[in-house]
């Protein structure tokens, strides 16, 4: 059974800092890993798509990368603003079956 | 453009009580999903319907049904709620070829008593 881990659970960091987000499984035969942001009592918005062939993709200051082989994926986010505080998820994709990790509740302070 | 679009945005029922949770989506997905996040916990999916007029069960089905009404709609019922259903519930639609990307409504936000 598919397995998706984040770690830490929560971050805080001050604004401008540049942060790394984890996101672990435990079956790396997926078809692709999405990362997504979610608001407080909002749906989930759709930040980055890696494909299973794809090592990483790129969207303004953010940047996820993915090592099926170590069942890892990472979410990098440059020069943190406080607009950016928000729950980040991973999940992955085998066939029709998503699964998701639990999040990561990232706050920048001013 | 709407994208994927949910109804009611809360909902209180008391337990047995019965009601549908409605989804729309005007980008021509083929696949469409319903999940359910608890706090804590990553969302977990209920149902999907990879196409119009089939549906399959996802990791948590047992006390739903839905319906894929047509290659726009996908309904969730709740036959008879109980206070463990108390979650919030998203529906969610994607392409059936090329990236599969996922697009989300805003959620149900149910509460059972």
């Known amino acids: 059974k598919q397995e998706v881990t984040q770690i830490p659970a929560a971050l805080s960091v001050p604004e401008g800092e540049n942060l790394v987000l984890n996101c672990s499984f435990t079956d790396s035969a997926i078809y692709n890993l999405q990362w997504f942001r979610q608001d407080p009592g909002k749906g989930l918005t759709s930040l980055l798509l890696i494909q299973s062939s794809q090592r990483e993709q790129t969207s303004g200051r953010l940047n996820a990368s993915l090592d099926k082989s170590s069942g890892r994926s990472t979410l990098y986010i440059a020069a943190s603003q406080p607009g950016d505080s928000a729950t980040y998820l991973c999940a992955v994709r085998i066939n029709n079956d998503m699964r998701f990790g639990a999040g990561t509740r990232l706050t920048v302070k001013p | 453009n709407a994208g994927v679009t949910q109804t009611p945005k809360f909902q209180v029922l008391k337990t047995g009580q019965s009601m549908t949770l409605q989804c729309a989506q005007d980008m021509n997905h083929n696949s469409m999903y319903w999940y359910r996040q608890d706090p804590g916990m990553g969302l977990r999916l209920i149902y999907y319907?990879?196409?119009?007029?089939?549906?399959d069960k996802g990791e948590v089905p047992n006390g739903y049904n839905v319906s894929r009404l047509n290659k726009r709609e996908f309904s969730l019922r709740l036959e008879s709620a109980a206070p463990s259903q108390t979650s919030v519930y998203f529906c969610?639609?994607?392409?059936?070829?090329?990236?599969?990307?996922?697009?989300f409504g805003p959620g149900t936000r149910l509460t059972v008593t």
């Open positions: 319907s990879a196409s119009e007029g089939t549906t």
């Open positions: 969610a639609s994607s392409g059936s070829s090329g990236s599969y990307e996922q697009y």
